[in-house]
């Protein structure tokens, strides 16, 4: 027959356009956008349906190694079941070098982890925590032109952060290379001093969290690290962006032409460190860093996300058990914040929450919804345009969405490998109902068909010399 599957009479959206099309697939891949399309293996019919490029989720923690006993939930079996049942056909978590290690031993050990355990397509990005010369100056540039573009570094934790010498050095790699790096905005050293004065206090409580890192720690480090990529000229990725003052100092740095992507995440429109009053010990599952903010910081991610000032929009899947000595209430942890891991899951309500909160409620469109959740995130970390669109030659990675349920968040019903959700009890309209992977459905009607071992790893393309990639921002 001339097609595998056919997906007949949905609604169709891109990052431009909404319409309805047939969509034939062969051989994994888009071979047809048309009307009355047949000649099919079978089909899939999408009536009342949405149709979208399937959901990538650049920024996620999967296996990845925390020190001190501390283990992360999922693997990459669970991570991306959760993935593939919350829309998503892409997952790109992050790949981390231990002090004193290559990036190639890293590497090795992580894909080790991923073969054959996987749902989604997966793509790596690197964590440098030790940028020495041999690193800078060989492994890396090789590993950019080997399909492992894109880096994050942290101005935060002790066993990750790099000083600013670092950064500008770590930065002129990516501006030679065509690398893009990611930035973990927070000052470490504020941090400390403010941990320092609640220790004393007796203030040890997961409450606290949220009070050794305020807005100024973030905003100040944020202007430091878009100050240092102007320096070094060449363009960044500020993720998990948390409040107004942040995005602020990315608007102020474009002004003066730095070239700057921005990242924000379902905790920042959804939860407030309110949320942590009065729930004590309980308090662990809600700390991630940056942690969410006021209301007002809040609203203004909202604004971000209607508005354009946001790029990308990412779960940070950050998953540890909370009544678990592996996790968050280890043994350090259940006396002192401090031992909390920082970190939160959500994989597979980072698109429901968008959906229903962002496009059902009439905040954004569809198009939109679409360039924040998957298109944006192919054309910045060289995925595009195999991947992150509906078009003819692109992998056949697409969800399909039933604007009518109508469904509470309950971990109970999640597929991570967490023992909660910190979105428990949030309201949703809509939710993808099938998830088609390279042209094979992974999830149809809410049921696992799929094997793992179906997702795939993809190697990424880095950015052409000095240019950032031609984003699709909100008009207005
Ligand atoms: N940064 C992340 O990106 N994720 C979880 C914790 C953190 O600090
Ligand atoms: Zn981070
Ligand atoms: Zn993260
Ligand atoms: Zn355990």
């Not at 993720?239 to 602020?248: I, K, L, R, Y």
């Not at 730095?258 to 599952?285: F, H, I, N, R, S």
């Amino acid at each position: 027959s001339n097609y595998d599957l056919i997906i007949q009479n949905g609604t169709v959206a891109t990052a431009a356009d909404v319409f309805q099309a047939d969509i034939g697939i062969k051989d994994g891949k888009i071979v047809q956008i048309g009307q009355s399309l047949s000649g099919a293996a079978r089909t899939i019919d999408a009536s009342g349906k949405y149709v979208l490029p399937g959901g990538i989720d650049s920024h996620v923690h999967i296996s990845q190694p925390s020190g001190d006993g501390i283990e992360m939930a999922d693997d990459f079996e669970s991570g991306t079941l959760s993935a593939v049942f919350g829309g998503n056909t892409t997952i790109m978590p992050f790949c981390l070098q231990e002090k004193g290690k290559s990036l190639r031993e890293a590497l090795t050990a992580y894909h080790a982890l991923a073969e054959g355990q996987c749902y989604t397509d997966v793509s790596f990005h690197l964590i440098i925590s030790d940028p020495s010369d041999a690193v800078l100056g060989q492994e890396l540039p090789a590993l950019v032109a080997d399909g492992y573009p894109s880096l994050k570094v942290f101005m935060t934790y002790e066993s990750l952060r790099l000083d600013d010498a670092q950064i500008l050095k770590t930065l002129d790699v990516a501006r030679r290379t065509g690398a893009t790096v990611m930035v973990h905005c927070e000052n470490e050293d504020a941090i400390r001093f403010l941990i320092e004065k609640h220790e004393l206090a007796g203030d040890v409580a997961p409450r606290a969290h949220a009070s050794t890192r305020p807005v100024a720690v973030e905003r100040e480090a944020t202007h430091r690290a878009l100050t240092l990529a102007e320096i070094v000229d060449v363009p960044v990725v500020i993720v998990h962006v948390s409040n107004g003052e942040a995005m602020e100092e990315i608007a102020r740095a474009r002004t003066r032409g730095v070239k700057v992507v921005g990242e924000t995440c379902p905790q920042y429109l959804t939860l407030t460190a309110k949320d942590l009053d009065g729930m004590d010990w309980e308090g662990a599952k809600l700390v991630c860093s940056p942690p969410p903010r006021d209301e007002d910081a809040q609203k203004e991610c909202w604004r971000g996300i209607e508005t354009g000032a946001f790029e990308l929009f990412s779960s940070d899947h950050c998953p540890f058990r909370y009544d678990d000595q592996h996790g968050k209430l280890n043994p350090k942890g259940r006396t002192n914040f401090r031992h909390i891991p920082n970190g939160i899951p959500g994989v597979e309500t980072r698109l429901p929450i968008l959906f229903s909160q962002g496009f059902m409620a009439g905040r954004i469109d569809l198009p939109r919804f679409v360039v924040l959740t998957s298109t944006n995130h192919a054309k910045t970390y060289g995925l595009y345009p195999q991947k992150g669109t509906i078009a003819v030659g692109a992998d056949a990675d697409i969800a399909i969405w039933d604007p009518a349920i109508e469904r509470t968040i309950r971990h109970a019903d999640l597929h991570d490998g967490a023992d909660y959700s910190p979105y428990e009890g949030i309201e949703i309209t809509g939710w993808p109902i099938t998830t088609i992977v390279a042209g094979k459905a992974v999830v149809e009607n809410g049921v696992l068909v799929g094997a793992k071992g179906h997702g795939q790893y993809r190697k990424a393309a880095a950015r052409q010399i000095n240019k950032q990639s031609n984003l699709t921002r909100a008009t207005s």
